[in-house]
């Protein structure tokens, strides 16, 4: 049975709890490994060692921080199979998607390559006479990282790049159930030169997030995960006088208007309700489709369904994989089994026909989907597209707006004023027009509204980088000893 522990001062580090939680390959259903559970003096020691590490990371110049994110690029890239292929052995997603997420984690580490130009600050000459004032960016200190099972390699380095390449140290809490990308990237930062102590990680439970909350040494934590966890996460980060910023769930809307190209949009539908088994937050889970062209847009996503082939990513044909966990399954088969009791009609019903090893369920439609049924209501968080038909562009917006989560949200159309209005009504923090799939790249900021965000900040991007560090303001005169007097008056600029 492998073992997997945790990362700390710049080596592996068996656990010593006595806790442990298990690890599955999601397409076989085998139990393959062991996760350390850390204990509350674990975390205190990965702190205390980010906590030594700190001021020498800090005061490491701009150049030098520059040139080992560059190599931190690079040794991810040219290592990306091998980290692909961990994420298929544990999360379950086909290599091809696996891939893809390396690739969108890398445009984070490529932006905080940037970083002597991305903190650079502003000085004004002669704001007074023989006074100047100037701004400057530092880290925070010591910081963490909550990240989710969805994407085990991408959303760290959401956090660590702007993280670390800002002067702090950080520490790393992956999910239990998806752990050892974690841990391989970490001996990949150290190749990198990533001095001892800057990059940790620690594998836990409730018991470690409790610790990384409440550790006076931490100064912030990010999140991403479901909503009742991030308002969790946000409440107890900042009464502990945390800087937090904690993504929390969604359910993105996709309204298809009379004039689109109805196979364009049946083919983003189909892409962004299904791809990675529908398990990430930025999934089309709710199709709004027009009437005067909702029985043709369903028709046309309902015949695409039978080509997508379904299957453990040890067989490159297969496009889907299983769901992380038979449990998380069995969630999601709920909402298929419960959806006639409400009254809508469960049309392609993926749990038929799946692997007979594994945690799968096939790509499904639910029809007649409204506003206060469980599977409209809910994150689901998995190969389910909810059918919403509404009367017109109007009642689609209202939905949207209404709904208590604002991350994602398409406007399919042809219409070029129509999109221009669209996305001035929609109360949603990331927009698609004819993009199924608006994830904002690494330059720009990641984030939603309403419950699908609390704190903020914006993930990643400009945001990310104000994040983990604090401005701080300079006012310097060098004065001439001639003109310098006792004046007991409030400063004067004029």
Partial sequence: MNHISHWINGARVAGTSGRSGAVFNPATGVHTSNVDFASVQEIDSAVAAATAALPGWRATNLSRRAEIMFNIRNLVQSNRNEIAAMLSAEHGKVVTDALGEIARGLENIEFACGIPHLLKGSYSEQAATGVDVYSIRQPLGVVAGITPFNFPAMVPMWMFASAIACGNTFILKPSEK?????????ELLKQAGVPDGVFNVINGDKVAVDRLLEHPDVAAVSFVGSTPIAKYIYETGTRNGKRVQALGGAKNHMLVLPDADLDMAADAAVSAAYGSAGERC????VLLAVD?????????VQDRIP???VGPASDSKNEMGPLITAEHRDKVAGFLAGAAAEGATVVVDGRTNVPADGFFIRPSIIDGVKPGMRCYDEEIFGPVLNVVRVKSYAEGVALINANQFGNGVALFTRDGGVAREFQFDITVGMVGINVPIPVP???YSFGGWKNSLFGDHHMYGPEGINFFTRSKV????W???????VDLGFPQNR
């Fill in 441 to 443: 790249v690494s330059y």
């Fill in 307 to 309: 080509a997508i082939t």
């Fill in 292 to 300: 005067s062209v909702a029985d043709a847009l369903i028709k046309k």
């Fill in 282 to 285: 930025m999934a089309i889970s």
């Fill in 178 to 186: 998806d752990p050892s990308v974690a841990l391989f990237l970490a």
């Fill in 474 to 477: 300079v006012t310097s005169r």
């Fill in 479 to 485: 004065p001439d000893p001639r003109t310098s007097s």
